[in-house]
């Protein structure tokens, strides 16, 4: 087990007893200084943002939103959305930001399953959101077709939620985004207790379909002051952070905006990541500090002159799945930049370790704990593992959930611990070094993909009769979703094509396959069980050019 010191060392300033304190505080030592600026040319001083956050909080109570309450945004990366996530917070209520590209189906089972109130969209999603509302209307009446399976007891509980629009033409019943914002807004109450549930953040969790992680004030803050106490630090309050990664995201939530947050840094927020268009984005607006995802370096191997697009860089952050020693070497060594990795869970809020961390940069790591944070590992018998043989990953901290929505379950254990369901092995220096998944996920463009969530769509198409969904190797994504599926009978052409339909009207575009394979049938274990072993294996040959 490698342990660190207790939280006593990372604990959070003084007065911030949740994230949006965060920004009071810096409106309050520099507010004339740019917090917010978007791509577009928009931005805020960091006392406008502060402002802002108070009048949607006001808003949001004058809407009937009180503390505890659920509040979706489903919002792209734009100053809505840090306003509505900061003013949720302040409000006392609870975040539900969810992935903007999420299908109507999809948003409809989040909202379900959250019980949110309000769902605040842009021009791009409130189409979707509304088919959203209007397939809940419809299941409501006794019409489920679209929604899924869903417990009768919840949806016997389900309100249908108010819709507020950010910039696109307002529908009868729905409201604008101006028209919340509060005008005078009121002083908010301090929050008493950190433990009081902050957001909702929706993940594969440990089931095997989606789940929302419970996260607190006081998890959230933690990690935020966990990575703050990581030397040399990954921001600080001269940085210009590129906000590219999600929003919606936890690394984006937290790790990034609450870390620009923490240190008063500037957030430079781009709706999506484009090679070039990105590359003129840190030119055009100085960035220093660059946290991706590892599809970037795919993107951005082949550019021309990369190391004078990225010159004011300092450093670059990548996170979501692990990237492999070959891709740092070869980008750092042609830029000049350093990488630093790390390794983070939704559950962990989400940062556990960072190569920063390590005494020194090992080929393999994804570096040491950080500061308030300890890792142990386990055998199947949850023992310690014998001698250097690798264990499950189980993590400690005050940055872990309270346990998945609504009841708390499958959080961490009585002394605190949390299994996260990966292998790896630590060295004697503490750095970890991740070996394999438990968990059948797919990480496609650092977004988390469950085979079964999928294999559940597929199963509704007409004709077919089993399914089996794995991760293959891609160059760019780092994973892609590949299906196998036996539909007795059919035309292979015709069952892809229904296939491929079923999954563009059900599933957002990072779960669907980017392969259908149609076959007789599935390897299957003696009791029944589809040996996806032996699929990855034959994808493996396939790679290799052994299978055509």
């Keep these: 087990m490698w342990k660190y010191p207790s939280m006593s060392s990372v604990s959070p300033p003084s007065g911030v007893t949740d994230v949006a304190d965060l920004v009071t505080a810096a409106a309050e030592e520099s507010p004339d200084r740019l917090a917010l600026v978007e791509a577009g040319g928009r931005s805020l001083t960091w006392a406008q943002l502060d402002q802002e956050v108070s009048r949607i909080a006001t808003g949001l109570g004058a809407a009937g939103v009180v503390a505890g309450l659920r509040?979706?945004?489903?919002?792209?990366?734009?100053?809505?959305?840090?306003?509505?996530?900061?003013?949720?917070?302040?409000?006392?209520?609870?975040?539900?930001?969810?992935?903007?590209?999420?299908?109507?189906?999809?948003l409809a089972r989040m909202i379900v399953d959250s019980g949110s109130r309000m769902v605040v969209a842009d021009g791009t999603t409130v189409s979707a959101v509304r088919e959203a509302v209007a397939l809940l209307g419809r299941a409501l009446d006794g019409d489920i077709e679209g929604l899924g399976e869903v417990d009768p007891d919840v949806m016997a509980?389900?309100?249908?939620?108010?819709?507020?629009?950010?910039?696109?033409?307002?529908?009868?019943?729905?409201?604008?985004?101006?028209?919340?914002?509060?005008?005078?807004?009121?002083?908010?109450?301090?929050?008493?207790?950190?433990?009081?549930?902050?957001?909702?953040?929706?993940?594969?969790?440990?089931?095997?379909?989606?789940?929302?992680?419970?996260?607190?004030?006081?998890?959230?803050?933690?990690?935020?002051?966990?990575?703050?106490?990581?030397?040399?630090?990954?921001?600080?309050?001269?940085?210009?952070?590129?906000?590219?990664?999600?929003?919606?995201?936890?690394?984006?939530?937290?790790a990034v905006l609450g870390g620009v947050l923490r240190h008063r840094a500037k957030l430079v927020l781009t709706e999506r990541f484009d090679p070039q268009g990105t590359l003129d984005l840190i030119e055009d607006e100085a960035c220093s500090v660059v946290p991706v995802a590892p599809p970037v370096f795919a993107y951005w191997r082949d550019v021309e002159a990369l190391e004078e697009r990225l010159g004011p860089?300092?450093?670059?952050?990548?996170?979501?799945?692990?990237?492999?020693?070959?891709?740092?070497?070869?980008?750092?060594?042609?830029?000049?930049?350093?990488?630093?990795?790390?390794y983070g869970l939704t559950e962990a809020s989400p940062v556990v370790t960072s190569t920063l961390c390590s005494e020194s940069l090992q080929n393999g790591s994804v570096g040491a704990a950080l500061e308030g944070i300890e890792i142990r590992l386990v055998d199947e018998a949850g023992h310690l593992p014998l001698g250097d043989d690798p264990g499950e990953i189980q993590i400690k901290g005050a940055n872990l959930f309270s346990g998945y929505w609504p009841d708390g379950s499958d959080g961490p254990d009585d002394e605190g611990w949390w299994s996260t369901g990966d292998v790896g092995f630590l060295d004697r220096t503490g750095d970890l070094f991740l070996v394999d998944r438990l968990k059948e996920l797919v990480i496609v463009s650092g977004f988390n993909v469950y085979p079964v969530e999928v294999e559940d769509v597929i199963r509704e198409t007409p004709g077919v009769s089993e399914v089996a969904v794995i991760g293959v190797d891609d160059p760019v994504s780092g994973e892609a979703v590949v299906a196998y599926v036996v539909a007795p009978g059919g035309d292979a052409a015709q069952v892809e094509a229904a296939v491929r339909e079923r999954c563009e009207m059900r599933l957002a575009r990072f779960k669907r396959p980017s392969r259908i394979e149609v076959v007789d049938e599935l390897p299957l274990t003696v009791t029944g069980k589809v040996q996806k072993g032996r699929l990855r294996g034959l994808e493996r040959r396939r790679t290799l050019g052994i299978l055509e």
């Design 71 to 106: 509040v979706m945004s489903a919002l792209g990366n734009r100053i809505e959305f840090v306003t509505t996530y900061l003013g949720t917070l302040r409000a006392q209520a609870v975040a539900v930001p969810v992935n903007p590209s999420s299908t109507p189906g999809e």
């Design 157 to 254: 509980r389900v309100t249908l939620p108010r819709i507020v629009v950010v910039g696109a033409t307002l529908l009868p019943g729905e409201r604008s985004y101006d028209h919340l914002r509060a005008d005078t807004p009121r002083p908010s109450p301090a929050l008493q207790d950190p433990e009081k549930l902050a957001a909702l953040l929706y993940t594969s969790g440990t089931s095997g379909r989606p789940r929302a992680a419970m996260l607190t004030h006081r998890a959230l803050l933690a990690n935020i002051e966990q990575v703050a106490a990581v030397e040399p630090p990954m921001m600080h309050g001269d940085d210009v952070v590129l906000g590219v990664l999600p929003l919606f995201h936890v690394y984006g939530l937290n």
């Design 313 to 342: 860089v300092r450093l670059i952050l990548s996170g979501s799945a692990p990237l492999s020693t070959e891709v740092i070497e070869e980008f750092t060594e042609r830029t000049g930049v350093p990488i630093h990795q790390g």
